[in-house]
């Protein structure tokens, strides 16, 4: 059964490019991220839903 993702593709890897991860991402893909960065761009991605809700742009 395939797994549908919340965030997008394009969101994941703008936060990776913020986080200087970006570079792992485009060259060895996701599976080559660290836990820890991955945990740091599902945070910011947490803070930017925030921050939209609050806005109330969602």
Do not use: H, P
């Not at 549908?4 to 599976?31: F, N, P, R």
């Not at 910011?44 to 969602?58: C, D, F, M, P, Q």
């Amino acid at each position: 059964m395939a797994r549908k993702s919340i965030m997008s593709e394009q969101l994941k890897y703008e936060i990776a490019k913020e986080l200087g991860v970006d570079q792992i991402v485009s060259t060895q893909g996701w599976g080559a991220v660290s836990s820890r960065d991955c945990g740091n761009i599902v945070t910011k991605a947490i803070e930017r839903a925030e921050r939209s809700l609050a806005n109330g742009n969602l």
